[in-house]
């Protein structure tokens, strides 16, 4: 059974760019996570899909991050425009039961 | 406010020796945790969960972890290191407030370097 699976694995880009993250959940998966890891500090929630639903989103910092899931299957997250404070690795994970899966993650670094 | 904390930035072992990463909870309730691994370059893995039943878990690769409800702890063991499991290891808890959904608050990682 394939993981979680995300795309691209690293991204540099210029501070003012815009970049596109894309997770693909395990087959079946309802229940679709993003978070983030920047420099040194905690892995933090961004926000849960259910299905194509945003359940939560509580933990975007601010409304230069989107996320869709249109029809319920892969998710992407986009960052429009990059800021510095955005480096970091962002995860994605899915759910079966209680374990939640994650993905390799994307390193993002903005320049 | 519901938090993890991994008390140790760095835990150093020598290879062959019990390797012991510490962690405690506050969270209201009864908590569900977790043991996360970094490898380098590479994504988090799950380890092993304690949802309910017995106070000791078994996960992957030799790793352990037993669930202190009066210590609020949830430390992860290995009887005997090897250098393999030099990584990044992250605690974690389940959100008591995100109801079934499972919306995880993490610890800040501990880093384990098992030396030859």
């Known amino acids: 059974e394939a993981g979680v699976t995300q795309f691209p694995s690293h991204s540099v880009i210029e501070k003012g760019q815009t970049v596109t993250l894309r997770c693909d959940p395990i087959s079946g998966h309802d229940n679709l996570y993003w978070y983030r890891r920047v420099m040194g500090k905690e892995i933090k929630f961004l926000l849960h899909f259910v299905k194509e639903s945003k359940q939560d989103e509580s933990g975007m910092p601010n409304n230069r991050f989107l996320a869709e899931r249109t029809g319920g299957t892969y998710s992407t997250l986009k960052v429009q425009p990059a800021e510095l404070e955005d480096s970091g690795v962002y995860f994605c994970?899915?759910?079966?039961?209680?374990?939640?899966?994650f993905g390799e993650g994307s390193w993002l670094t903005v320049v | 406010a519901q938090s993890v904390a991994q008390p140790e930035d760095q835990v150093n072992v020598a290879e062959g020796n019990p390797l012991t990463v510490k962690c405690t909870y506050s969270v209201s309730g009864n908590p569900y945790l977790f043991w996360y691994v970094q490898y380098p370059n590479r994504g988090l893995q799950f380890l092993l969960k304690?949802?309910?039943?017995?106070?000791l878990v078994k996960g992957s690769y030799g790793f352990e972890a037993e669930f202190n409800k009066s210590q609020t702890s949830f430390h992860l063991k290995k009887p005997s290191a090897l250098v393999s499991d030099s990584a990044l290891y992250f605690c974690?808890?389940?959100?008591?407030?995100?109801?079934?959904?499972?919306?995880?608050?993490f610890g800040a990682g501990t880093r384990l370097a098992v030396h030859p």
């Open positions: 974690a808890v389940r959100d008591m407030f995100s109801g079934g959904y499972n919306k995880l608050i």
């Open positions: 994970a899915s759910r079966s039961g209680n374990t939640i899966y």
């Open positions: 304690y949802i309910t039943g017995d106070n």
